[in-house]
């Protein structure tokens, strides 16, 4: 009897089979939405973690509401971990959206946050929105420049001491004064190797102005002798005492935004607004086209490719 027993006990304590891995779905996010036209944007994400199972699909989905699923309207862009952007077309202009990145294992749907924009705004590849304006047969930007990276995602270095600045003849910006409270109204100020570098310093279909989109500007507005003054802002809130002849009339919006010396010295705030060209007078100087406080005129000259200016995109 008692061996009887012992053999049930040791049947009924046989070992039971291991649990698999818990799998869940995976972990992403999604990523700031940039290069937005009246009817497209760029979106992507970045998966961190797959849950425990293959990624077989990945992509954006977006929509006219909040939290948009794969169960509307939605676009794949492969499969597998890491970052990954897809072009979002046949959007409503002057409309706003929402977006998530998503991705999809054997446990499901995952999605990574929400992000918004608003199709007819330019957006920056770090975000920063922009709107523009058509002068004539032109379309420009309305605010200066304010990326700190090139359009491929290198980040555009930051010079803060005077010295470094003068050095430099790669590409380099500058917050006016060194002060960030600045960029939000006048930008920031690039030297022209920067505003000129192929790796593209404006959003994509946007790109720097030259000689002839500045010349055509000042004839759109009936002579550079007035056309300062019809692009600059109006007003005392950014210009000094006169600003001559401003009324804004073309919707350029020029604010006086200062400039940085080749020596790295901050000037004219409050007075001036510099505009980098892209055509070069030689080896060392290219030319910058410029609004002054106390003339309604648009102005030119040759100035040190060292020199930081503001960079206003023109579309291409």
């Not at 779905?25 to 992507?44: H, K, M, Q, R, Y």
């Not at 959003?203 to 002579?223: E, H, M, V």
Request: with cysteine.
């Amino acid at each position: 009897m008692s061996v009887t027993l012992l053999f049930v006990f040791a049947i009924g304590c046989k070992d039971k089979e291991p649990a698999g891995p818990t799998i869940t779905v995976p972990v992403l996010t999604t990523d700031t939405i940039f290069e937005t036209t009246n009817e497209s944007a760029i979106a992507g994400g970045k998966i961190t973690a797959n849950g425990g199972a293959d990624v077989t699909e990945r992509g954006i989905c977006w929509g006219t509401n909040q939290n948009p699923t794969i169960n509307g309207n939605a676009i794949k862009s492969g499969l597998g971990i890491g970052n990954f952007s897809v072009t979002i077309a046949g959007l409503a202009n002057n409309t706003k959206y929402y977006v998530r990145a998503y991705a999809t294992n054997s446990a499901g749907t995952g999605y990574g946050n929400q992000m918004t924009f608003t199709t007819g705004e330019i957006v920056d590849i770090d975000g920063n929105v922009y709107h523009y304006v058509t002068i004539g047969t032109q379309v420009w930007m309305v605010e200066n420049l304010k990326t700190t990276r090139y359009r491929n995602g290198d980040k555009i270095p930051q010079a803060l001491v005077n010295v470094d600045w003068a050095n430099l003849t790669t590409g380099a910006y500058a917050n006016f004064d060194n002060l960030t409270t600045n960029v939000d109204v006048h930008g920031r100020l690039y030297n022209w190797y920067a505003a000129t570098d192929n790796r593209n310093i404006c959003p994509k279909g946007w790109r720097l102005p030259n000689d002839a989109d500045f010349n055509i500007i000042g004839s759109t507005l009936l002579g550079a002798s007035v056309a300062g003054g019809k692009m600059k802002e109006a007003g005392l809130t950014n210009w000094n005492a006169p600003n001559q002849g401003a009324n804004n009339s073309s919707g350029f919006t020029g604010r006086a935004s200062g400039t940085r010396d080749f020596d790295g010295t901050y000037k004219e705030f409050m007075k001036s607004a510099y505009y980098w060209s892209s055509s070069a007078t030689n080896a060392t100087h290219a030319t910058g086209w410029y609004l002054y406080y106390n003339y309604a005129s648009l102005l030119n000259g040759s100035y040190s490719k060292k020199d930081g200016f503001i960079v206003r995109c023109i579309k291409m």
